[in-house]
């Protein structure tokens, strides 16, 4: 073989070498340790396990390896150094944690929060079969240790109530105990999120209101969650704001509304109200306007107008002033007198209307009235009563009433002849005995028969 060919199989070999060795490094690496989970979430107060997997027989290995401990600070702390065999903790762990050999995982007995921090594991494995072979293992487990969130607190700043447009409220939300904590805002159950007026911190344990509105005000709480606690409400609290007035507006019960126009019967008395959106209540004054002149008539949300006073349409307007806001606003209206054909109306008088109750007396008086004559005229007819007492004579009229002929010459006279139909009722031949009529049933009586029954005189007997 010439020296040439020498140099290839020498190369050749060491090249085979060095792959085979690369091979069995990368193998290690995948199959001879496991870490299930490389973060953690603790709860402060309760212990935490970091468990590591060995897939390799303990028994055909030595190993070497150390836990260390970095804290977010920078600051690293050896924890423990071991072999198959023995194990050294740190002195100021040794209550602290717990690790035996030969597993190679490590429980922490009670977190706090000088626990959070990087714990990196370092591994040494050398095989007995394999001369000289040794494999290194690196692993960094990132420990978090959690508070639970304490009830939050929440401030408002200015304590005091706001005017709207010329005012901001800067409201604070904090907790006396949890970590990464994330707040929430909340007006009326409702989640707030950022707006041109509404700005936030970083962690949203603050906001600013900017400027105060109208529709700011309302019940206001901030809500504290973390990863291990749910969400946490604050008591509530109450933004006033002042504001207005909005939505002037004038109202009637009474009469007929065009737009602006108003019209009423003649003679009806009519209440305006006058009503704005504000806080505090506004200050109402009405304000007449005639001839080109203005003159305040009341002053208060309600105006009463009788219309029998107006000569003309009339114009009126309202006004709504808030003492606080400084603000105001008008509503103007005009007031006609027309008649609208339905509906009631009231005539009055100068000063003094007409009282229904007075109009109802004289109504019944007449119905009773009405009643009374007409029962009368059923149960005894006045005008033969009367007619009998006029042609009777004078002596009778004024002699006590009897009941039969004591003396026939006193029914003697001249008889108007009256005919009704029908028999008589009691009550008409009550009235008929002023006739000196006692046996007589039917009314179909002549003046033959009334006659018959007067006796002859003392002249016709001494005559026969």
């Known amino acids: 073989m010439s020296l040439q060919g020498k140099m290839l199989g020498a190369t050749g ?3 085979l070498c060095v792959c085979s060795v690369l091979l069995i490094l990368t193998e290690a690496s995948s199959e001879f340790i496991h870490v299930p989970s490389l973060v953690h979430h603790g709860i402060e107060g309760t212990p935490m396990f970091l468990s590591v997997e060995s897939r390799f027989p303990l028994d055909e290995v030595e190993m070497q390896g150390t836990w260390s401990h970095t804290k977010p600070s920078g600051t690293r702390a050896m924890l423990v150094t071991f072999t198959k065999e023995a194990a050294i903790i740190g002195m100021m762990y040794r209550n602290h944690l717990l690790f035996k050999q030969p597993n190679i995982s490590l429980l922490l007995w009670k977190l706090n929060q000088e ?7 370092n591994l040494n494995i050398k095989f007995h079969n394999k001369t000289g072979l040794v494999i290194k293992e690196e692993r960094t487990v ?17 304590s005091y109530a706001v005017i709207e447009d010329k005012a901001n409220v800067t409201w604070t939300c904090s907790v006396e105990k949890g970590t990464r904590v994330v707040f929430q805002w909340q007006r009326d159950n409702k989640v707030l999120s950022p707006t041109d007026r509404y700005h936030f911190s970083k962690d949203y344990s603050t906001l600013l209101v900017s400027p105060v509105r109208k529709d700011d005000k309302g019940t206001y709480h901030c ?3 973390n990863s291990i606690s749910q969400g946490r409400p604050s008591r509530a609290m109450e933004l006033n704001v002042f504001y207005g007035p909005y939505n002037l507006e004038v109202n009637s019960g009474q009469g007929l509304r065009t737009g602006e126009v108003f019209t009423i019967n003649p003679g009806e008395l009519v209440f305006f109200e006058c009503r704005a959106d504000s806080n505090p209540p506004n200050t109402y004054i009405w304000i007449s306007k005639s001839h080109n002149t203005t003159q305040v008539i009341t002053e208060g949300p309600h105006l009463e107008v009788r219309s029998y006073r107006l000569a003309q349409a009339e114009e009126y307007m309202c006004r709504a002033f808030n003492n606080v806001t400084q603000k105001q606003d008008e ?6 007198v027309a008649s609208l054909g339905t509906g009631k109306e009231r005539h009055t008088q100068e000063g003094s209307p007409v009282s229904p109750l007075a109009a109802i007396t004289v109504c019944s008086l007449f119905i009773i009235g009405c009643m009374l004559l007409f029962f009368i005229r059923r149960s005894c007819n006045p005008k033969r ?9 004078l002596a009778e009229q004024k002699r006590p009433h009897r009941s039969g002929h004591e003396d026939a010459t006193e029914d003697f006279g001249i008889y108007e002849f009256v005919s009704i139909p029908g028999k008589m009722e009691s009550a008409q031949a009550s009235c008929r005995s002023l006739a000196r009529l006692e046996s007589v049933q039917d ?4 003046i033959y028969d009334v006659i018959r029954h007067v006796p002859e005189t003392p002249s016709h007997s001494l005559l026969n």
């Open 115 to 121: 626990d959070e921090g990087d714990y990196q594991l």
């Open 223 to 225: 809500v504290a969650s």
């Open 443 to 446: 009314m179909h009586t002549t």
């Open 142 to 158: 990132q420990v978090t240790v959690d508070v639970p969130v304490s009830v939050p607190v929440i401030k408002k700043s200015p």
């Open 385 to 393: 009563v009367l007619m009998s007492i006029y042609k009777r004579p």
């Open 331 to 336: 509503a103007q209206f005009t007031l006609v």
């Open 13 to 15: 070999r060491t090249a």
